[in-house]
């Protein structure tokens, strides 16, 4: 390592890097972001657009690589790894095969580090270290986790690692991955391996996957939810996959952001994980999402969201490069978002589902066991770009809406959920951001603003005082009027031309969770009651 450029280089920080086995020719460290930003126009990583965030292209993979994430197992993770088609097992001597290989890659290169926290929660807070060979890609991890203060910088030790490097493809047949990029999570070494990929959601999401397993044994209930606070003080909680409208309908202009993503709920209340927010800007307006329109600016990150070539202007709504555009930014860009991003217990939680075959409710109202069902549950649709593959609205019941993320027993975390809802009296709601008048392709996505008026109903307690209609098909209680919304949308089958074909959807996706929930053993009889039934 040279004696320039060596920004942020301390000795024990040299110490550490010696002993982590790295030796490049340079490290850039904690950088600015101008910094950041210059290094990644001058090495032709991107371009600076007319609202001065950073455009970049991920080239190939333009989402999330589910068959190419990998957990080690080891005499730590055999048992407490749920194994299955969703966290495959890697051998430990691969692991170590295939990190030597990357220390070579590197050796005598110039790699990028960034160093800072995961948890707004100082007692819950993980250390970790960021290592990159895309300047763009370390102004990514820079806005996305907790920046450190200079103190903290100074005596930082990092308990977990993530060495993402691009340029780094593996081998299947000789490292025994399924592609030639990889994922691998190693939670003994408390190491982090990514190649092969330049979409930069892998090195959040390996991250969130790593809090989701260390976290449930300090009883901290770690959750895929946005989460924001009023004016009194009340916290919401919003669960939902990507693109369900986690991030939008927690940017509430009159509510504060505690975060957009990834959240923890300990003893003294909920806390964020991140410093920063990864949004969704397919179709992006100022009218209908003004907070994160103007979020984009200096410091942001762009992901394949085409440039107009003379204006430099951004054109959201084109998704020739693919329909998961994104916008990385820092929670601050957020007018009166919560710093430090905690806040107290919920008093309201919200279910995001995007149904595809346009059956479900827009709004209902869960019991406890209703909510443990349907956190287990997790339905939604995968929508386009999110994953590769993934092109039109898929039906998908992904565990406690995260499951890629989820390394332990669904019934683990929605123990924790049951248990956090009964303590602090905290009411939830099942609401449909999907499609309305029938299925993807027929119907018409419900309208954000019937969705924002749901949720602000929710929140304010108005829809603690009406009338409420019971659902003997999905098992739901649905309100029969919502401020600001047409009371005929509230029930579904009434958007319908074709009745005949609602019912036979209906009951199509009521078996289809009868069937999901089978595969979850030692459940009560009192949650698996609360679901959707055939028996009407």
Not at 111 to 117: K, N, S
Not at 501 to 520: G, P, T
Request: aromatic share 10%; charged share 25%.
């Amino acid at each position: 390592m040279t004696e320039n450029n060596k920004i942020g280089i301390t000795t024990k920080f040299a110490d550490q890097l010696k002993e982590f086995g790295i030796n490049p020719s340079q490290v850039y460290r904690n950088q600015s972001v101008q910094q950041l930003v210059d290094f990644a126009v001058k090495k032709n990583e991107g371009l600076v657009t007319a609202t001065n965030s950073l455009s970049v292209k991920t080239g190939k993979y333009t989402g999330r690589s589910p068959d190419d994430r990998y957990i080690v197992y080891d005499d730590n993770t055999h048992d407490s790894v749920h194994w299955g088609d969703i966290n495959y097992q890697f051998p430990v001597g691969k692991f170590d095969k295939i990190f030597e290989k990357m220390k070579k890659f590197i050796e005598g290169k110039e790699i990028f580090v960034f160093d800072g926290f995961v948890g707004a929660d100082k007692e819950n807070r993980l250390p970790i270290r960021v290592i990159n060979d895309h300047a763009w890609q370390n102004l990514f991890a820079r806005q996305l986790f907790i920046r450190p203060s200079a103190a903290e910088l100074e005596s930082h030790e990092p308990e977990f690692t993530v060495v993402c490097i691009n340029d780094f493809e593996a081998i299947p047949e000789v490292d025994g991955t399924n592609s030639n990029i990889f994922i691998l999570i190693d939670l003994s070494k408390k190491i982090v391996l990514i190649g092969g990929t330049s979409y930069a959601g892998e090195m959040k999401k390996s991250i969130f996957t790593v809090m989701n397993y260390i976290l449930p044994p300090k009883g901290v209930f770690p959750m895929h939810c946005s989460a924001n606070i009023g004016k009194d003080g009340d916290t919401a909680l919003f669960f939902g996959l990507s693109g369900t409208g986690k991030t939008s309908l927690s940017a509430d202009p009159n509510r504060m952001l505690i975060g957009d993503d990834e959240h923890g709920w300990s003893d003294g209340g909920v806390f964020n994980f991140e410093g920063g927010c990864y949004a969704k800007c397919i179709n992006l307006s100022e009218d209908a999402e003004p907070q994160i329109w103007n979020a984009i600016k200096s410091g942001a990150v762009l992901e394949n969201v085409v440039i107009d070539k003379e204006t430099l202007k951004p054109d959201f709504n084109d998704n020739r490069l693919t329909e998961n555009t994104r916008a990385a930014y820092p929670l601050e860009y957020i007018p009166r978002a919560v710093i430090p991003s905690m806040g107290g217990h919920p008093k309201v939680i919200v279910f995001l589902t995007a149904d595809a075959l346009g059956v479900l409710p827009p709004v209902s109202r869960l019991t406890k066991e209703g909510a443990m069902f349907h956190f287990m549950s997790g339905y939604t649709s995968k929508l386009a770009g999110t994953e590769r593959g993934i092109k039109e609205p898929k039906a998908v019941f992904s565990k406690c809406f995260g499951a890629p993320f989820m390394p332990r027993l669904a019934s683990v975390y929605a123990k924790m959920l049951g248990d956090k809802i009964k303590k602090h009296n905290t009411v939830v709601y099942l609401i449909n951001t999907g499609w309305s008048g029938g299925p993807y392709g027929v119907g018409k996505r419900i309208a954000i603003k019937y969705s924002r008026a749901m949720v602000t109903a929710a929140l304010t307690g108005s829809l603690d005082i009406v009338k409420y209609r019971h659902d003997d098909l999905f098992n739901l209680d649905i309100p029969t009027e919502c401020p600001d919304v047409p009371s005929e949308i509230l029930d579904p089958k009434n958007t319908w031309i074709d009745k005949d074909s609602y019912d036979l959807s209906a009951k199509k996706l009521s078996q289809m969770f009868v069937d999901n929930f089978r595969k979850f053993k030692d459940v009560s009889p009192e949650i698996k009651n609360a679901g959707p039934t055939l028996k009407i």
